[in-house]
Every structure is written in structure tokens, then in C-alpha cells.
């Protein structure tokens, strides 16, 4: 499912957890989705402080915009 550019944008500034793709929880500082819902690139801050960035398929996109409806402590984080 394609996803609206504002609903990726407004997760800029969000404190989320993204098991699988960083440790612990992140900063999203940039969002912006790719050509034909293929997903969305996202920059993040660091425990650290550090930035990095990558991509979330599809799949991961939806299952992050369905929990911003969730406190932070309920969000899943994938376990591999």
C-alpha cells in the first residue's frame, strides 16, 4: 500500500524504535517517501548522536505509521 508523503513527512521528529534496521530507540530526522510506494528513506539520530539512514520496505513503513497510534513502550521491534 502506497503511502501519502504527508504521513511519511510527519514522522520527522518522532522517537521510534526500528528493530532490524537500528539498535534501540532513534530520532527521525528526515522522511521522505521513494518513486511508486516502493517505501521511504528516513535519516535518524542516534542514541549517540550519530546520523544514519535507511530504507524501509513498504511493509516496514505501514507497520511504523500504524504505531505511532501506540505508546512508545507497546511498539514491536523486531527480535533478529
Known amino acids: 500500500m502506497a ?4 504521513q511519511i513527512s510527519a514522522l520527522k521528529g518522532r522517537r521510534v524504535s526500528l528493530g532490524g534496521h ?3 530507540v532513534v530520532t527521525i530526522e528526515d522522511a521522505r517517501p521513494l518513486r ?9 539520530r542516534l542514541a549517540s548522536g550519530e ?8 511493509a ?3 507497520a511504523l505509521l ?7 513502550a507497546y511498539r514491536r521491534s523486531c527480535t533478529c
Open 3 to 6: 503511502q501519502d508523503a504527508e
Open 22 to 24: 537500528f539498535e534501540g
Open 36 to 44: 511508486s510506494g516502493e517505501g521511504a528513506e528516513i535519516k535518524v
Open 51 to 58: 546520523l544514519d539512514q535507511t530504507i524501509l520496505s513498504p
Open 60 to 62: 516496514d513503513l505501514a
Open 66 to 72: 500504524e504505531s505511532e497510534h501506540r505508546p512508545l
